[in-house]
């Protein structure tokens, strides 16, 4: 399971992803999100969204990808619970399992989206770190 934390903020959620690697940060980053709605371990892996994207800039890829996966689940009306990305070059393939939202599911806080406030993206001794405040 992907790492993550939150920090601080007054008025949304500041959310954190952790990884050996960018992807793994980014994996984490997702399943920060996707925690605050609802609890990834409750989520079963029934359906596969797919897409791709294009960014150079690591922060910006972040917010696009966040974002993407936000706006997937809600057309699709799933909550996700497990999540992949590829990275070649500036092309991001990424993947996420999940569910149609069901009853005995207990919603958190809704996420509006990934914001470019505090965004951040950085290498350090221990890997990857990624990231934003994400609207609720």
């Known amino acids: ?19 050996k690697t960018l992807e793994e940060a980014f994996e984490g980053a997702a399943a920060a999100t996707f925690a605050i709605m609802a609890d990834p371990a409750q989520v079963h892996r029934e359906g596969l969204v797919q897409f791709d994207f294009d ?9 696009i990808w966040l974002n993407t996966l936000l706006a997937e689940a809600r057309t699709h009306a799933l909550v996700f619970g497990q999540f992949r990305l590829n990275r070649e070059n500036s092309h991001w393939h990424g993947e996420a399992w999940g569910e149609p939202w069901r009853e005995d599911l207990d919603r958190g806080v809704e996420v509006k989206g990934a914001t470019l406030t505090m965004l951040r993206v950085s290498r350090g001794p221990d890997g990857f770190e990624a990231r934003c405040v994400v609207d609720v």
């Open 1 to 19: 399971m992907a790492a993550f934390a939150y920090f601080d903020h007054d008025a949304d959620i500041g959310i954190i992803g952790q990884g």
């Open 55 to 63: 960014e150079e800039d690591p922060e910006l890829a972040l917010v």
